[in-house]
């Protein structure tokens, strides 16, 4: 039966992407990698790590779908619009971005951008354009025999959880934190990141509950941002066999 990996979110981690890829078992051209977004911002290499899975389906000779994150929706509205609310805040990682096209000392933790690096940002416009237009052509979702992958959760309305196909608009998948979708969601299983899982009831969880940081795997949804790029490590899970794979 054809494997899905579907591996959470990277947030400029090279060296856990590296060596999360490095534990993957051998692939085949019936297998697929699915990423579930947010590969800049955070960590030191967000340029490293979006050319890395950029070539992964040549180094791996698999399939691999690349999901849009928040971070990469934030980054195009940055470009097309501005916005300094998501650039300015240090938690965001922003100035690691930067710091990763144009040189530079890692940011310290708390470290605002300098004078002459606030242009820069203002308008993204560092960033190569052919890493935005890959950007831009991210898909919102995936879905295969396993699982329905997006990079947040699924649509309430109404009280139903929507099918990414029934949205007019999918952006809201990319942003939704709902307690709901992970305590009540039990259809066909849903794979997401964005929220850490240290974050999750922990009781709900039929994957190791006693380390919250782990991999979180409730009734409907299995949960994948366990930190990279923010103290914690990178996550991989294999469907249909739910097999974990880990850089730490």
Not at 13 to 18: I, K, N, Q, S, Y
Request: aromatic letters at 8%.
């Amino acid at each position: 039966m054809p494997r899905t990996f579907a591996i959470g979110d990277v947030h400029g981690d090279l060296e856990a992407l590296r060596v999360l890829a490095a534990k993957l078992p051998p692939l085949s051209e019936e297998d697929t990698i699915v990423f579930l977004g947010d590969y800049l911002d955070r960590g030191p290499c967000s340029r490293q790590v979006v050319e890395l899975v950029r070539r992964l389906d040549q180094d791996k000779h698999c399939r691999v779908e690349c999901l849009i994150g928040n971070h990469e929706d934030a980054w195009l509205k940055v470009i097309d619009e501005g916005w300094p609310g998501f650039l300015l805040p240090p938690a965001n990682g922003c100035l690691a971005t930067l710091r990763s096209y144009t040189g530079g000392p890692v940011p310290k933790k708390g470290e605002m951008p300098r004078g002459d690096e606030l242009g820069i940002l203002e308008r993204g416009g560092f960033l190569p354009d052919d890493h935005v237009a890959w950007m831009r052509s991210l898909p919102h979702w995936y879905e295969d025999e396993h699982a329905i992958y997006v990079h947040a959760g699924l649509v309430d309305r109404d009280g139903a959880f929507l099918h990414p196909s029934e949205l007019d608009d999918p952006r809201p998948m990319l942003w939704t934190r709902s307690d709901r979708f992970f305590r009540e969601y039990d259809a066909k299983r849903v794979v997401v990141g964005h929220t850490m899982t240290e974050l999750l009831p922990p009781e709900l969880s039929t994957h190791t509950p006693a380390d919250p940081t782990d991999l979180w795997a409730g009734p409907g949804v299995v949960a994948l941002d366990t930190g990279a790029g923010k103290g914690g490590f990178l996550t991989c899970v294999e469907l249909p066999a739910m097999r974990v794979y880990e850089s730490r």
